[in-house]
């Protein structure tokens, strides 16, 4: 095992943690490398973390957020796993700090189902598999692309995930808790737009289902139902029936497959039994969007 650091441009004490930590995994027997963006300008996680991996040799990657903690037998577990799986992205299971922070989030990530973290790729929660989490091979790595260097602003993790997806990959997780997953303030995903995040959603959902699809409807008559169809290609908008008016139906009259705008774990169970009493496949009747 090695540890790859990339320091872009920090201006606390992260150089002094970084060499005091240093000594102390090299005299354990695990080398460390280290490298820096010297610049005074941040060229953003995107560029820090393509640096990292560039900058090491592992034949697998084990990717961890500055602001998260890894958990004893992490490397191990999902070690494994990528064995099992060469051409995945291995999550695993996360606690969240604070607590009571994102508690809908973190079920989500938490409860999904194996066929889940594919179908459930086009919702605003983002990749399926949490970024700090990450575990694949190099080879797998380089054969999706590396990391978007845009900058502050990019969804870099969720970019690389949609590719990783379009070039067949698969998505695993570990079913332990083997990270602590921080929430604050300051982190880096608060600086993307949510615009931003809906466009790049939208695109995949048209390019991965839409195109497949003949017709559709769309579950929500409301604010997040509208706004999807205004942001469909004028030969999608088409597909969404019933037509011309697009007039709103009770979903037992509704005719799938189905986009669905309702947020999950919302209604205290209501909409998911709705759901349930359809007796639809999720991933070939329906997709959840929001």
């Known amino acids: 095992m090695e540890l790859s650091v990339f320091n872009d441009a920090s201006e606390d004490s992260s150089t002094e943690i970084i060499e005091k930590w240093k000594v102390k995994l090299e005299d354990a027997g695990i080398p460390v490398i280290i490298g820096s963006n010297d610049s005074c300008h941040p060229r953003g996680v995107g560029f820090a973390k393509n640096q990292a991996v560039m900058q090491s040799s592992g034949i697998y990657l084990c990717f961890l ?9 992490r490397v191990r577990l999902q070690h494994e796993a990528a064995i099992q799986h060469p051409n995945s992205i291995i999550g695993c299971q996360i606690r969240r700090e604070p607590l009571e922070s994102t508690e809908r989030y973190t079920r989500w990530i938490n409860s999904l189902t194996e066929e889940q973290l594919l179908t459930q790729v086009f919702t605003s929660h983002g990749p399926t598999v949490i970024m700090p ?9 380089y054969h999706v692309g590396k990391f978007d260097e845009g900058g502050k602003g990019v969804p870099e993790d969720l970019l690389f995930f949609y590719k990783h997806i379009e070039k067949g990959g698969e998505v695993f997780r570990v079913d332990c808790c083997l990270l602590l997953y921080r929430y604050h303030p300051q982190a880096a995903t608060h600086s993307v737009l949510e615009g931003t995040i809906w466009n790049h959603r939208v695109s995949f959902l048209q390019d991965q289902v839409l195109s497949y699809w003949t017709s559709f409807t769309i579950w929500n008559a409301g604010k997040q139902g509208k706004k999807l169809y205004r942001s469909l290609s004028p030969a999608n908008q088409k597909k969404e029936r019933p037509k011309p008016k697009i007039p709103i139906c009770h979903f037992r009259e509704a005719t799938p497959p189905f986009i669905i705008c309702v947020k999950l774990d919302l209604t205290g169970g209501a909409f998911e039994e709705n759901l349930k009493t359809l007796n639809l496949k999720e991933g070939l009747d329906y997709y959840h969007f929001s």
Request: hydrophobic share 40%; with cysteine; aromatic share 22%.
């Open 133 to 141: 989490t990450w575990f694949c091979s190099r080879e797998w790595f």
């Open 65 to 73: 957020d500055s602001d998260d903690v890894m958990m004893p037998q």
